[in-house]
C-alpha cells in the first residue's frame, strides 16, 4: 500500500508569498494530522482532521494558516501570508479509525523556507 | 509548563551492545506512549506504543518500559548494529485530547562498528 505523500518536498519562497502544502494520507484513513518541525526544536502539532472536518485546531499558530480536507481525502495546509518564522518543515500524518492511541504514519515533508 | 525531556546530547556506542534512551516528562498524565526513528530527510517512523495501564512492550530487539510514578520510559535496542543508527523521538499521547501526539526533541543514536 501506497504510504502519506507530500507535495512538494520542498518550497522555497519570499517574506509576504502565500504556499500551499499538500498531503495525501494513506486511503482509508479517517484520522489525518498536522505537525511541523522548526530549526532545533521539536516536532509540534497543528491540527487533526476527522475526515473532513476539524477536530482539533489547537496548534495553528496564528489566522494566517488555513488548513481543508475537501472530501475527507487529501489535504492542504495554505500559509498566507508566510513570514520568516514559519520556515521549517512541515509533516503530515495518517491513522485509521481505531481509536485514539494507534500509530500514526508520516509523510517525508515538506521543507519550507521563508526569506 | 508542560515539557518531555529527552538524552539531549547524541548517544554513540559500539556494535553489540544495548543503546538505552530516556524519555521523561512533567505535567502529564499521558494515556500512552510511543517511540519513533527518524532518519535524515525522512518522516518519522513508529516502532512501538505502549499503555499507561503497561510496564514493558518488546518486539525483536527493542523494549520500551513506562513508569507512570517516575514519569518516564526507557527505549531498549539490544544487539545494536550499524543500521539502528538514527534519532529516536518520543511521543505522548494524552486522553480527551484526541489522537495528536506531543514529542520531545529525540536521541540520536550511533552505533559504531
Known amino acids: 500500500e501506497a504510504g502519506v505523500t507530500q507535495f512538494p518536498s520542498h518550497s522555497v519562497i519570499e517574506k509576504g508569498q502565500t504556499v500551499t502544502l499538500r498531503c495525501d494520507p494513506i486511503s482509508g484513513h479517517d484520522n489525518l494530522y498536522w505537525y511541523r518541525r522548526v530549526m532545533g526544536k521539536e516536532i509540534k502539532f497543528l491540527l487533526h482532521f476527522v475526515k473532513e472536518s476539524k477536530q482539533d485546531e489547537s496548534g495553528m499558530p496564528n489566522n494566517r494558516f488555513l488548513a481543508e480536507r475537501t472530501g475527507g481525502t487529501y489535504s492542504t495546509l495554505k500559509v498566507q501570508p508566510a513570514e520568516l518564522e514559519d520556515s521549517g518543515v512541515y509533516f503530515c500524518?495518517?491513522?485509521?479509525?481505531?481509536?485514539?492511541?494507534?500509530?500514526?504514519?508520516f509523510g517525508p515533508g515538506t521543507r519550507l523556507t521563508v526569506t | 509548563s508542560q515539557k518531555i525531556e529527552q538524552n539531549s546530547e547524541a548517544l554513540n556506542i559500539q556494535e553489540g551492545k544495548t543503546a538505552t534512551l530516556t524519555c521523561n516528562y512533567t505535567n502529564y498524565s499521558p494515556a500512552y506512549l510511543q517511540w519513533y526513528r527518524q532518519d535524515p530527510g525522512r518522516g518519522p517512523v513508529f516502532l512501538l506504543l505502549i499503555r499507561e495501564n503497561e510496564k514493558e512492550k518488546r518486539k525483536e530487539r527493542l523494549k520500551v518500559t513506562f513508569d507512570t510514578t517516575l514519569k518516564q520510559s526507557l527505549f531498549h535496542i539490544t544487539a545494536s548494529q550499524p543500521a539502528d543508527s538514527a534519532t529516536y523521538l518520543c511521543a505522548l499521547g494524552i486522553y480527551n485530547q484526541g489522537g495528536k501526539l506531543i514529542f520531545g526533541q529525540g536521541t540520536e543514536l550511533s552505533v559504531k562498528p
Open positions: 500524518a495518517s491513522s485509521p479509525d481505531r481509536g485514539v492511541g494507534h500509530e500514526q504514519y
